[in-house]
């Protein structure tokens, strides 16, 4: 069936149960979920036989009732092939995971067929989702370790079951975040009243507990927190699932090349862009970063040999934040990455402290470099013309997740009405970089959340700039 054409708005949140020791796909399921209510509106969930039987380890009994017995009257994915498609094309993918493993068996299945795979409208993949927004309050962040820490029982292992449980899970987490950022009012959890930020309180100097602290402890002791709300606040937490972790509105709107929420009211100061960030990171300005609380050291890695360098700021890792950078040079179309997909990056003048920061980052980093014996030549990360030396400039790179054809966009964009002072989330599909080249004219201005990673490459090495959060004024 061809979809180009076809509205298809629902999330689909899919899961493949495969063999680990030869990597075939031995189940699939599905769910359709409505992104105006979240809720599911079909589901579908098949065994998968191999078709090559020697890919069944001759002893293969699993407690959730994956047998070797029960694939062998299963279907082959040739079989269920049409229907996978049905369910996944031109809509957006949502899962636990699913860039580093669901995308990648569903994409080699279809391959194996000589069958070109589904695309996705967009991908939500939870685990770096939820690490993010919510912290790594459940351990590991696995879906098993989540559910356990939601008290919602034992992960079983079976694709339907575990599709229902990452949406029920991705909802709970949403319902805390909510709770501890933007309730007002009073809420009771296992049976303690608790004060939010943002409520009133006769004793302004009161120390009140969060609900991330309270419901850790309760984690500790395996109980699960019990929430006491109005039906308006589930209302407004059922929204933010939506908002926060789906990125649509409650009134979500179809669009082509990129959808647009509202992120603040025109009274939001720039600074809060700092206040969303995970509890992994410590987001500082330049003038909060001192050389004498900087550290280096090297912390493990698929890349550089298996190690790269992490710099720390009083023992925690950090981002920068910085606002108002001028932009002084936009994304160029001619660099390309391994996929023919445009790398994007933009230059921005640096202010003389965020200098002196980069400056001591650089220096710091490449003495630990130097001393592990590394050889590659060390690009620094403030760059000075000579015909103009008072204009240091230092590049901006903007993270893109890929599968197969879809790009995904790691960096947050939005752009800052000037006029009213609103802020618009921006997507973007497949890497189109029409809008966004628009937005880094030289000139205009850019509010940035960037960390410092160390790369190496070609016998190059250095640290580069990866833009966490970008806010384009208009």
Same mark, same amino acid.
């Given at each position: 069936?061809?979809?180009?054409?076809?509205?298809?708005?629902?999330i689909?949140?899919?899961?493949?149960?495969?063999?680990? *020791?030869?990597?075939?796909?031995?189940?699939?399921?599905?769910?359709?979920?409505?992104?105006?209510?979240?809720?599911?509106?079909?589901?579908?969930?098949?065994?998968?036989?191999?078709?090559? #039987?020697s890919?069944?380890?001759?002893?293969?009994?699993?407690?959730?009732?994956?047998?070797?017995?029960?694939?062998?009257?299963?279907?082959?994915?040739?079989?269920?092939?049409?229907?996978?498609?049905?369910f996944?094309?031109?809509?957006?993918?949502?899962?636990?995971?699913?860039?580093?493993?669901?995308?990648?068996?569903?994409?080699?299945?279809?391959?194996?067929?000589?069958? #070109?795979?589904?695309?996705?409208?967009a991908?939500?993949?939870?685990?770096?989702?939820?690490?993010?927004?919510?912290?790594?309050?459940?351990?590991?962040?696995?879906?098993?370790?989540?559910?356990?820490?939601?008290?919602?029982?034992?992960?079983?292992?079976?694709?339907?079951?575990? $599709?229902?449980?990452?949406?029920?899970?991705v909802?709970?987490?949403?319902?805390i975040?909510?709770?501890e950022?933007?309730?007002?009012?009073?809420?009771?959890?296992?049976g303690?009243?608790?004060?939010?930020?943002?409520?009133?309180?006769?004793?302004?100097?009161?120390?009140?507990?969060?609900?991330?602290q309270?419901?850790?402890?309760?984690?500790?002791?395996?109980?699960? #927190?019990t929430?006491?709300?109005?039906? *308006?606040?589930?209302?407004?937490?059922?929204?933010?699932?939506?908002? @926060?972790?789906?990125?649509?509105?409650?009134?979500?709107?179809?669009?082509?090349g990129?959808?647009?929420?509202?992120?603040?009211?025109?009274?939001?100061?720039?600074?809060?862009m700092?206040?969303c960030? *995970?509890?992994?990171?410590v $987001?500082? &300005?330049?003038?909060?970063?001192?050389?004498?609380?900087?550290?280096?050291?090297?912390v493990?890695?698929?890349?550089?040999?298996? @190690?790269?360098? @992490?710099?720390?700021?009083?023992? *925690?890792?950090?981002?920068?934040?910085?606002?108002?950078?001028?932009?002084?040079?936009?994304?160029?179309?001619?660099?390309?990455?391994?996929?023919?997909?445009?790398?994007?990056?933009?230059?921005?003048?640096?202010s @003389?402290?965020?200098?002196?920061?980069?400056?001591?980052?650089?220096?710091?980093?490449?003495?630990?470099?130097?001393?592990?014996?590394g050889?590659?030549?060390? &690009?620094?990360?403030?760059?000075?013309?000579d015909?103009?030396?008072?204009? #240091?400039?230092?590049?901006?790179r903007?993270a893109?997740?890929?599968?197969?054809?879809?790009a995904?966009?790691?960096?947050?964009?939005?752009?800052k009405?000037?006029?009213?002072?609103?802020?618009? &989330?921006?997507?973007?599909?497949?890497?189109?970089?029409?809008?966004?080249?628009?937005?880094?004219?030289?000139?205009?201005?850019?509010?940035?959340?960037?960390?410092?990673?160390?790369?190496?490459?070609?016998?190059?090495?250095g640290?580069?700039? $990866?833009?966490?959060?970008?806010?384009?004024?208009k």
């Amino acid at each position: 069936m061809d979809h180009q054409s076809e509205d298809r708005p629902e999330i689909v949140f899919f899961d493949v149960e495969t063999i680990y *020791s030869t990597s075939v796909i031995v189940e699939f399921g599905a769910i359709l979920v409505c992104p105006y209510t979240l809720t599911e509106l079909r589901h579908y969930s098949k065994l998968v036989r191999p078709d090559n #039987p020697s890919l069944i380890p001759p002893v293969f009994e699993r407690r959730n009732g994956i047998t070797r017995h029960a694939l062998a009257d299963a279907l082959t994915f040739a079989d269920i092939a049409d229907t996978v498609y049905d369910f996944l094309h031109q809509r957006t993918w949502a899962g636990h995971n699913i860039l580093g493993f669901d995308c990648i068996h569903i994409r080699k299945a279809f391959s194996e067929l000589n069958r #070109p795979p589904p695309e996705p409208k967009a991908i939500i993949d939870s685990l770096p989702l939820l690490t993010e927004t919510f912290g790594k309050r459940a351990g590991d962040m696995k879906m098993a370790s989540l559910a356990r820490y939601f008290g919602l029982g034992h992960q079983t292992h079976r694709s339907l079951d575990d $599709v229902r449980m990452n949406l029920e899970v991705v909802k709970r987490c949403a319902t805390i975040v909510f709770l501890e950022s933007s309730f007002s009012n009073e809420v009771r959890v296992n049976g303690k009243s608790l004060l939010l930020r943002g409520s009133s309180s006769s004793s302004a100097d009161m120390k009140m507990k969060s609900i991330s602290q309270v419901a850790s402890h309760q984690y500790k002791e395996e109980q699960r #927190p019990t929430f006491t709300l109005s039906s *308006s606040s589930a209302d407004a937490a059922n929204n933010l699932v939506q908002q @926060q972790f789906f990125g649509f509105p409650p009134q979500m709107c179809s669009s082509k090349g990129h959808e647009s929420i509202m992120e603040s009211s025109p009274d939001t100061k720039t600074e809060s862009m700092v206040t969303c960030c *995970s509890n992994t990171f410590v $987001v500082l &300005k330049a003038h909060e970063i001192f050389i004498s609380s900087l550290t280096a050291s090297f912390v493990s890695s698929p890349y550089h040999g298996g @190690q790269r360098i @992490q710099l720390l700021h009083n023992g *925690s890792p950090f981002q920068i934040s910085c606002a108002d950078l001028k932009i002084g040079f936009g994304i160029d179309k001619k660099f390309y990455n391994n996929s023919r997909k445009p790398k994007l990056s933009f230059l921005v003048y640096s202010s @003389q402290s965020l200098c002196e920061v980069l400056g001591d980052c650089d220096a710091m980093s490449l003495s630990l470099f130097l001393q592990s014996g590394g050889s590659s030549d060390w &690009k620094p990360l403030v760059t000075r013309k000579d015909d103009d030396f008072n204009s #240091p400039t230092v590049r901006l790179r903007i993270a893109i997740s890929e599968c197969g054809d879809a790009a995904v966009f790691e960096t947050k964009v939005f752009k800052k009405e000037s006029s009213t002072g609103i802020v618009q &989330k921006l997507r973007f599909n497949k890497g189109d970089t029409k809008e966004l080249s628009s937005l880094c004219s030289p000139g205009n201005l850019v509010d940035a959340i960037f960390s410092l990673d160390q790369y190496e490459y070609q016998r190059r090495a250095g640290l580069r700039l $990866v833009a966490k959060k970008l806010i384009f004024h208009k």
